[in-house]
């Protein structure tokens, strides 16, 4: 196995306060040490975690979403993605009811493209990136009704090409569209040429745990009561 990969590791953390919560997520100050150095204070979004799905048909075209985004003013191509906001539940799982509600779609094979921490200087949310072939489309009488931003998605089947392109000239900036673009683009080129794909098991582990499941070592002060 190769010595190339990130390595956990949790510091002695001295204090940990909510100083915002919020219906997704949480705002926690934290105070911790390091080997190298002491009394470190950071501000970090505890977040639960997310999967994303890379939706790819008969005709090697990828599913793309156009969604209202707020913080950033506009309306972003994406690929299906939704939060790990149900507890306990296995990632898979959420991909899948992802892929039905965001998407009206269902799929027979199922990879693991990637695992992406998305801020990590700011953010604990790591996602969990699928590769989904092998689509139908979810009955009329089962498709999921959606409302607020999701009332108004939009979506479109794209060329890897035309994609790739998109990436390139600035038409197409958000992270995890960016790299299941680029994933299956790699993916779909190793097949043509007859060689191993680099996907993984749907059991590979995750080497970073969303929102980290384990609570600090830290007593609870009066902003956790």
Known sequence: ?????????????????????????????????LPEAAGLVRDLMAHTGAVAVACVDEEDRLLLVQQYRHPVRARLWEVPAGLLDIPGEDPLTA?????????????????V????ALSPGGSSES???YLARGLSP?????????????????????????ALTAIGEGRIT???????????????????AGRRTRTRSLDAPRLLVDGRDTPPAVQPTDADS
């Not at 010595?3 to 953390?13: A, C, K, M, N, S």
């Not at 493209?113 to 992406?116: A, I, K, P, Q, V």
């Open 113 to 116: 493209l990637s695992d992406s």
């Open 138 to 162: 979810v009955p009329a009488a089962d498709q999921h009704e959606r409302s607020d931003e999701e009332a108004g998605f939009v979506y479109r089947w794209v060329g890897l090409d035309e």
């Open 95 to 111: 991909a899948k009811r992802e892929l039905a509600e965001e998407a009206d779609l269902t799929a027979a094979r199922w990879e």
């Open 1 to 33: 196995m190769s010595d190339l990969h990130d390595v956990p590791f949790t510091p002695e953390i001295t204090a940990s306060d909510e100083v915002y919560r919020g219906a997704v997520w949480t705002i926690r100050r934290e105070t911790f040490d």
């Open 174 to 192: 958000n992270a995890v569209a960016q790299l299941a673009i680029l994933q299956v683009s790699n993916v779909l080129a190793a097949e043509a």
């Open 127 to 129: 996602i969990r990136l």
